[in-house]
């Protein structure tokens, strides 16, 4: 059986492979920084993802976006698998918006790309890989579609364990409210650079900002101003670590236009100047997002 296996057609790309240790080392270049990445770790694999460190105790289900650098550090003893796909290939699906790749499991206000899975799921997405793994193996004219179904298979059962694991109250909002959530963490991602504060992402949302606030507070999560900044200090450490630019040029391209104002939030947030983060992380130290 090939160890790595791509279906490619029309601008739409998937790949799939078996971890070994030729394949992590692939996977741990730049080779799939451009597409949406999931992958499927038992127990023992270690794996970093953007500055966040995780350890699967478990089998366990990673979604990785696109602009989210990914690390394998440790393999464990069984066979892990790697998915990797572009936007062409399944994204365009509007009416399925919970499910794609603008959905729960790469865009959450929670910042988890991990889903850990019960007992009673391992074989039926352990299934899924498999059957996506032979579709390689004997293709046809129904290829594509029968591996898209599996991923969207894989996606929607992923998201209900990972809504059940993560969302605790929010699990008994009505679903306009998880929409409204999903929209606010959705532009913040599209809109962080040049948007900083909370009445701009209310004023898209056609709130006020103090209700948009509010509907944070009365589920106890992180308020959205903290999710904003956050969300800046993640591409800021991105740059910092995995780019050339000075931190003048990242305060620039963040949309500060007072590089000093910059340096004081980095500060604030971090616990370090951006130079030091720098620094430190070039030495390989373990610098993590607080």
């Given amino acids: ?12 790309k ?7 240790q030729e394949t992590v080392e692939e996977i741990n270049s730049d080779e799939y920084k451009a597409y949406i990445k999931v992958l499927y770790l038992p127990e023992d694999y270690q794996v970093t993802i953007d500055f966040k460190h995780y350890q699967t105790k478990s089998p366990s289900l990673f979604f990785i976006n696109s602009n989210q650098y990914l690390q394998i550090n440790k393999e464990g003893k069984k066979q892990g698998c790697f998915m990797y796909y572009n936007r062409d290939f399944y994204c365009v699906q509007i009416h399925d918006a919970e499910v ?5 499991l790469f865009n959450n206000i929670f910042e988890m790309p991990m889903t850990t899975l019960p007992e009673k799921e391992v074989l039926f997405i352990e299934g899924i890989f498999k059957q996506i793994q032979e579709e390689f ?18 996606i929607i059962k992923a998201t209900r364990i990972w809504k059940i694991q993560q969302l605790g109250a929010l699990n008994d909002e009505p679903s306009k ?19 900083h504060t909370v009445a701009d992402y209310a004023d898209i949302l056609g709130v006020a900002p103090k209700t948009l606030s509010n509907k944070f507070n009365r589920l106890e999560l992180t308020q959205p101003n903290d999710i904003i900044k956050d969300r800046i200090i993640l591409e800021a450490k991105r740059l910092l ?8 040029e990242i305060a620039y391209q963040l949309g500060y236009e007072d590089p000093a104002y910059f340096n004081r939030l980095f500060t604030n947030k971090v616990g370090d100047t951006p130079s030091n983060f720098k620094k430190k992380y070039l030495q390989g130290k373990n610098v993590q997002l607080e």
């Fill in 137 to 154: 193996i004997s293709p046809d004219s129904s290829q594509e579609e029968m591996i898209r179904t599996y991923l969207k298979q894989l």
């Fill in 177 to 195: 409210e998880m929409d409204f959530f999903r929209d606010f963490s959705r532009l913040v991602e599209i809109h962080f650079r040049t948007k």
């Fill in 100 to 104: 794609a790749c603008d959905g729960l």
């Fill in 14 to 20: 998937l790949g799939f492979l078996i971890l070994n």
């Fill in 1 to 12: 059986m090939n160890l790595s296996n791509v279906f490619e057609s029309n601008y739409k």
């Fill in 241 to 248: 670590g995995y780019s050339t630019l000075s931190v003048k």
